[in-house]
């Protein structure tokens, strides 16, 4: 297996396996929205299903749908389809940040302020990020279109990373409660962030060769 086909198959399983988390537990709130057997050790899913079954909904395809964008060979063979799947993979996004933006208006002090500050930020920078990837598509100017999709994508996929670095305080320090723990959960997006921006700097002196070459 040559090196393009190797990352044409890991960096989506990858991203999936990322999103394992999260995704799961989206699936399992939509399940309890719609029989209604919301579990005792979830007060604000029974308080306010809809919100919390918007985010649900929107975390699913985003989780979901977003690794199969990534896959540059389905890009290739399949142009239709990304399209279509980035148009869902688009609404989504916009559902998830705004049902985020939404639930944070409805619980303001359900974590410490900078966390609280960070969902803010993160909601209205994938409101921001989104967008402006379809106007980069739209007007055919696709490394612009790349770029903000990274972006876009490790921002709400950072809820992946959450998961995993939270696994560690978890083990070694406990319930995951209080400022600490709101700090790491931070973490995640910072994270992605900083891989994000490396990816996006990696692919830079590889396309200035293509358009010498090709100019
Ligand atoms: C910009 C990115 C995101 C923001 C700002 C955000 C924001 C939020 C907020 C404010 C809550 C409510 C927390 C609370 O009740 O205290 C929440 C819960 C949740 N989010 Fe997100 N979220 C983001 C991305 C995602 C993604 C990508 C997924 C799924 C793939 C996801 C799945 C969930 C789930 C399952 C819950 C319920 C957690 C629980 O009940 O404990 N979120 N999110």
């Known amino acids: 297996m040559n090196r393009r086909s190797w990352t044409d198959i890991a960096v989506p399983a990858g991203l999936l396996g990322l999103g394992v988390i999260p995704v799961?537990?989206?699936?399992?709130?939509?399940?309890?929205?719609?029989?209604?057997?919301?579990?005792?050790?979830?007060?604000?899913?029974?308080?306010?299903?809809?919100?919390?079954?918007?985010?649900?909904?929107?975390?699913?395809?985003f989780g979901l749908l977003g690794p199969?964008?990534?896959?540059?060979?389905?890009?290739?063979?399949?142009?239709?389809?990304?399209r279509a799947s980035g148009r869902v993979f688009v609404g989504?996004?916009?559902?998830?940040?705004?049902?985020?933006?939404?639930?944070?208006?409805?619980?303001p002090a359900s974590a410490t302020w900078p966390l609280q500050s960070g969902r803010l930020l993160m909601s209205a920078a994938l409101?921001?990020?989104?967008?402006?990837?379809?106007?980069?598509?739209?007007?055919?100017?696709?490394?612009s279109h790349r770029d903000w999709m990274i972006r876009g994508y490790?921002?709400?996929?950072?809820?992946?990373?959450?998961?995993?670095?939270?696994?560690?305080?978890?083990?070694f320090i406990g319930e995951p409660k209080g400022l600490w723990s709101?700090?790491?959960?931070?973490?995640g997006w910072v994270i992605n962030l900083a891989v994000a921006e490396c990816a996006?700097?990696?692919?830079?002196?590889?396309?200035?060769?293509?358009?010498?070459?090709a100019g």
């Open 24 to 61: 799961g537990f989206s699936a399992a709130i939509i399940t309890w929205s719609v029989t209604g057997a919301i579990p005792a050790d979830h007060p604000r899913l029974a308080e306010t299903p809809l919100p919390f079954a918007a985010h649900a909904i929107g975390g699913l395809l």
């Open 68 to 82: 199969v964008q990534f896959a540059p060979r389905m890009r290739e063979r399949w142009p239709g389809f990304h």
């Open 92 to 107: 989504a996004g916009l559902l998830l940040a705004i049902s985020g933006l939404w639930l944070l208006a409805l619980y």
């Open 127 to 143: 409101l921001g990020c989104l967008p402006l990837a379809v106007r980069a598509a739209c007007g055919r100017d696709i490394q």
């Open 154 to 171: 490790a921002i709400g996929i950072a809820a992946g990373t959450q998961a995993l670095v939270l696994f560690p305080y978890f083990l």
């Open 182 to 187: 709101d700090l790491v959960l931070l973490s």
């Open 200 to 213: 996006i700097r990696r692919a830079a002196p590889r396309r200035a060769t293509a358009l010498m070459a």
